[in-house]
């Protein structure tokens, strides 16, 4: 039993770029989100889905995701910006709203 | 909109000593307050979750309160060890309302 996967660990792409942060989860969790974690701000919510099949974003812009599976949650960043240079941090809920998290992706925009 | 505020957001103690991290939020409607531990380069581990309708959860050494009244819970943490030092996040979910709201966290270092 995994957990919460994520994957890369790291990564560094440039201004315009597109990527794909993998967030995979094998204890049949319906509620997935992703946070963003910054220095002095906290974790902030920027995408959840409730089950798979839908999906909410909190924060307009520069991301999307899909939930095709109820395993699998990727957040896309479709043209990385310097202002998302940031530590991703996926997660799954249980129905007492206890949080399960993954070990997080270290992203660097240049 | 609910705000989560931890002070301080670093603390010293030495090894052996009892500690309490606070945590404040400002809609008393909250469905539970978590708390969690981060070590550096590392996820969140969930430590304790205290639901509405308890007032306090214990596991080991670390025990949880929440009085929704005044907007607070605490983390003590009894006997403190050098394996302790992480920072100490908190966050609440909103009744009717799915996403937490975190902390900013407390930086704990105990000194051996």
């Known amino acids: 039993n995994a957990g919460v996967t994520q994957t890369p660990k790291f990564h560094i792409l440039k201004t315009g770029q597109s990527m794909t942060l993998q967030c995979a989860q094998d204890?049949?969790?319906?509620?997935m989100s992703w946070y963003r974690q910054d220095p002095g701000m906290g974790l902030r919510l920027i995408y959840y889905?409730?089950?798979?099949?839908?999906t909410d974003k909190e924060v307009p812009n520069g991301y999307n995701v899909s939930r095709l599976n109820t395993e699998d949650f990727p957040l896309r960043l479709v043209s990385a910006a310097p202002s998302q240079t940031s530590v991703y941090l996926c997660?799954?809920?249980?129905?007492?709203?206890?949080?399960?998290f993954g070990e997080g992706s270290r992203l660097t925009v240049l | 909109k609910q705000e989560v505020t931890q002070i301080p957001a670093a603390l010293s103690v030495p090894e052996g000593e009892n500690l309490v991290l606070n945590c404040s939020f400002t809609?008393?409607?909250?469905?539970?307050l978590q708390w969690f531990r981060q070590d550096p380069g590392k996820g969140l581990t969930s430590l304790l979750l205290?639901?509405?309708?308890?007032r306090e959860q214990t596991s080991g050494r670390l025990n949880a309160s929440l009085d929704k009244s005044s907007g607070r819970s605490t983390l003590y943490i009894a006997a403190s060890q050098p394996g302790d030092s992480a920072t100490y996040l908190c966050?609440?979910?909103?009744?009717?309302?799915?996403?937490?709201?975190f902390g900013t966290g407390t930086r704990l270092t105990i000194i051996p």
């Open positions: 204890m049949n969790h319906g509620y």
């Open positions: 997660a799954t809920n249980i129905d007492t709203g206890e949080l399960f």
């Open positions: 809609d008393s409607a909250i469905y539970n």
């Open positions: 966050a609440v979910i909103l009744f009717g309302n799915e996403k937490l709201t």
């Open positions: 205290i639901q509405s309708s308890q």
């Open positions: 889905s409730a089950a798979a099949g839908t």
